[in-house]
T-cell receptor
Framework: RKEVEQDPGPFNVPEGATVAFNCTYS??????FFWYRQDCRKEPKLLMS???SGNEDGRFTAQLNRASQYISLLIRDSKLSDSATYLC????????????FGAGTRLFVKA | DADVTQTPRNRITKTGKRIMLECSQT?????MYWYRQDPGLGLRLIYY???????NKGEISDGYSVSRQAQAKFSLSLESAIPNQTALYFC????????????FGPGTRLTVL
């Protein structure tokens, strides 16, 4: 089982749609959680950190469910510019530092 | 100017050659990382360094070595390149702390023939 799993997609949605991605992680000692965005052939960039209480940044909402070991990302009112790959990232520091990236979920927003 | 730079951006080499990828940062961060990205696998951590005197192996360090020449510089070497090291390599930096955003360089596309 992969340590961080994401549905690879692709998710194809029309502009204005709401889309949600989930990510599951296997290590209950995981400490920090993030969503990164990666455009084709570009470097990943932080979209948002995911806090225990959940957090919102404009059209983006991230939530953490420690009991079920998953995090989610909700994008409302999708824009063409939201087309990218979304990476779920988990860090832990037990017996050494680890940053684990999911393989990513591809999103295509079409006009 | 970019905060995290990588050189070269693209490199084609042959099996058995020694290759060095370089990373420089102007963010003043202590922590630096090297990752490789392969299709369908996500980024995997090769080595990381939390300060100039600290070097740690990541998930997939075999066949790689690193040098932290200064706070701002972290290089990755492939001592004897092999074709399955063909990948996209990213350097990243971060400050300390639990919620430490990592800032990535633009990547180096390496092809080993």
């Amino acid at each position: 089982r992969k340590e961080v799993e994401q549905d690879p997609g692709p998710f194809n949605v029309p502009e204005g749609a709401t889309v949600a991605f989930n990510c599951t992680y296997s290590n209950s000692a995981s400490q920090s959680f993030f969503w990164y965005r990666q455009d084709c052939r570009k470097e990943p960039k932080l979209l948002m950190s995911v806090y225990s209480s959940g957090n919102e940044d404009g059209r983006f909402t991230a939530q953490l469910n420690r009991a079920s070991q998953y995090i989610s990302l909700l994008i409302r009112d999708s824009k063409l510019s939201d087309s990218a790959t979304y990476l779920c990232v988990v860090t832990l520091n037990t017996g050494g530092f680890k940053t684990i990236f999911g393989a990513g979920t591809r999103l295509f927003v079409k006009a | 100017d970019a905060d995290v730079t990588q050189t070269p951006r693209n490199r084609i080499t042959k099996t058995g050659k020694r290759i060095m990828l370089e990373c420089s940062q102007t963010k003043g961060h202590d922590r630096m990382y090297w990752y490789r990205q392969d299709p369908g696998l996500g980024l995997r951590l090769i080595y990381y360094s939390f300060d100039v005197k600290d070097i740690n192996k990541g998930e997939i360090s075999d066949g790689y070595s690193v040098s932290r020449q200064a706070q701002a510089k972290f290089s990755l070497s492939l001592e004897s390149a092999i074709p399955n090291q063909t990948a996209l390599y990213f350097c990243a930096t971060s400050a300390g702390g639990a919620y430490n955003e990592q800032f990535f360089g633009p990547g180096t596309r390496l092809t080993v023939l």
